[in-house]
């Protein structure tokens, strides 16, 4: 990918701050380009990796360093204090790729998303009166040096889109995690607090939460529409006296910077979101839309489905559904991305979708999932899960995995999911519990008998014959086991065998295998419970 005008190793560097990514060399200097970054896989072919920040999690060797040069990487970053750098360092030289050191408090994910965050907001951005204004970072640092304090500039869903990288000034933790996350922690207090910076036309202070430092902010506009906000820390020192005047004036000069990144990013999700829909349902010329996501036609593929657990409507910290799923559906893209797999992602109806050329058994798909779910649920609050489909032979089968996909999202959200991803191969039992639950849950068969005489004789005399019956039915009708699930005795549980048996024929197949689902699917959320 070609990296956007006035992106520079310098510029990273300086955006990022030494605090987060410091060079060891820089073999062709600070203004060489600077493209994509991507995560190194050992076991994955090293190719498309021009201009490429070329992120190492395991041991960096000097063949990991030559075979970045002979694909014209611009830079290997490594983690702080991992191996040798000096021997490290002279290879770094000698191949001309750029070696970079980042900080053990950064996951390798995070600083893939800061990275790929930059790019898209430094490119050059011109004013009304033909000049070019300063990127982000750079904005962020003036503005942080004249007002005395730490700077973020986010959007309107609390992104981090800049932060100062000003040495010396402070910066409390919640201002810290939201820069490493790129999005503000939630806080209670969110909600207001930003409505009455929205509301102000000029600089306001806010006090809350009592755990945050003071903090001075401004709303940005472009034509009286906000786009984001501009805050500054105050630190053990008060803000400069010009502090909310120099606020004023970065809010105009960010304007343009956050108009673009809207639009850009609204065209590419749109576009993107429209090709998406189209391979899942099977419109159009499929070779033509395998080629525009760089993906194989051919290939073996997969399907993934990422939705809210619980209630579908519900909102996610103060994001729509559609929103949230938005959201999430850029994270799963990154994840993709950063492992350089051919995909199509995006969000559909409310949940996030790709189309992956990979088989669905792939360990890292299992990676990326996991990861992708786990930080929705930190962001966004709530339970979230995955469906993924069986492995397609091609881009061809790409609706049935569609439907595959969702179905077993469906299983994983529901009373028999036993995971937060469902595989479609692996849900055969639970699929048909479901299908058969959805058959009976408003048919009388499922409170009728057998279950029905058990029940009542339960309420009619304090027996527990439910309970005994359950637990004897999930130990596979072993004794033993079952007395040692309920603290019974042997002997004490085959007596109340034998009295429920007076109650039921617990002795035909039958009954047992119709007692068996009517529990089953009666109390389904008791599984847990079953299966310990």
């Known amino acids: 990918m070609t990296a956007p005008a006035g992106i520079t190793l310098g510029v990273v560097l300086d955006s990022l701050g030494t605090g987060l990514v410091r060079p060891l060399a820089l073999p062709r200097g600070r203004a060489v380009a600077v493209g994509a970054p991507t995560i190194h896989d050992p076991d994955a072919p090293t190719t498309g990796l021009t201009d490429a920040i070329v992120l190492v999690p395991a041991r960096l060797?000097?063949?990991?360093?030559?075979?970045?040069?002979?694909?014209?990487?611009?830079?290997v970053v490594m983690r702080a204090g991992t191996t040798d750098?000096?021997?490290?360092?002279r290879a770094a030289e000698r191949t001309g790729v750029a070696l970079l050191e980042c900080s053990a408090e950064i996951s390798w994910g995070q600083l893939y998303t800061l990275i790929d965050a930059l790019r898209a907001i430094t490119g050059p951005v011109f004013e009304p009166n033909g000049h070019r204004s300063a990127d982000l970072f750079a904005l962020a640092n003036d503005i942080a040096l004249r007002a005395g304090g730490a700077v973020a500039i986010e959007d309107l869903s609390m992104r981090v889109l800049a932060y100062s990288t000003v040495p010396g000034q402070l910066v409390d933790d919640p201002r810290r995690d939201g820069i490493l996350g790129r999005r503000v922690p939630d806080h209670p207090t969110h909600t207001e607090e930003y409505a009455a910076v929205l509301r102000s036309?000029?600089?306001?202070?806010?006090?809350?939460p009592k755990e945050y430092r003071p903090r001075l902010a401004i709303a940005i506009r472009n034509g009286g529409e906000a786009l984001g906000t501009i805050w500054v820390l105050q630190g053990d020192e008060p803000l400069a006296e010009e502090a909310a005047g120099v606020l004023a004036e970065g809010a105009r000069l960010a304007a343009?910077?956050?108009a673009r990144v809207s639009l850009a990013a609204d065209a590419e999700r749109r576009q993107r979101v429209e090709r998406l829909?189209?391979?899942?349902?099977?419109?159009?010329?499929?070779?033509?839309?395998?080629?525009s996501f760089g993906m194989r036609f051919d290939a073996p593929a997969s399907v993934l489905v990422i939705g809210r657990s619980g209630d579908p409507a519900g909102h996610a910290r103060g994001m729509s559904l559609d929103s949230a799923a938005e959201h999430v559906g850029d994270l799963l893209r990154m994840g993709l991305s950063a492992y350089r797999l051919g995909a199509a992602a995006g969000a559909l109806d409310g949940q996030a979708v790709a189309v992956v050329d990979t088989a669905s058994d792939t360990p890292v798909i299992q990676l990326i999932i996991a990861t992708v779910?786990?930080?929705?649920?930190?962001?966004?609050?709530g339970s979230w899960r995955a469906g993924v489909s069986r492995t397609l032979t091609g881009l061809a089968d790409v609706p049935t995995g569609m439907s595959q996909a969702r179905q077993a999202l469906r299983v994983a959200c529901g009373p028999f999911g036993k995971a937060e991803i469902g595989r479609h191969d692996e849900l055969a039992a639970s699929m048909f519990l479901h299908d058969v639950h959805d058959a009976l849950r408003y048919r009388p068969a499922l409170d009728a008998e057998p279950l029905s005489t058990v029940l009542d004789h339960d309420a009619r005399h304090g027996t527990d014959y439910e309970r005994t019956l359950r637990c004897w039915i999930a130990e596979h009708y072993d004794v033993p086991r079952a007395a040692d699930a309920l603290t019974l005795h042997p002997n004490t549980l085959r007596h109340r065998l034998r009295r429920l048996a007076e109650l039921i024929d617990i002795d035909d197949p039958d009954l047992r295998l119709a007692l068996a689902l009517q529990l089953r699917l009666r109390l389904p959320d008791t599984r847990t419970k079953e299966t310990e």
């Open 85 to 89: 750098t000096a021997a490290l360092t």
């Open 256 to 258: 343009p910077h956050l």
């Open 373 to 381: 779910l786990a930080r929705a649920g930190d962001t966004l609050g």
């Open 61 to 75: 060797t000097a063949d990991v360093l030559e075979r970045a040069a002979e694909q014209h990487a611009t830079a």
């Open 277 to 291: 829909g189209w391979l899942v349902r099977g419109i159009g010329a499929t070779r033509e839309l395998a080629d």
């Open 201 to 208: 036309d000029a600089a306001v202070w806010s006090h809350e």
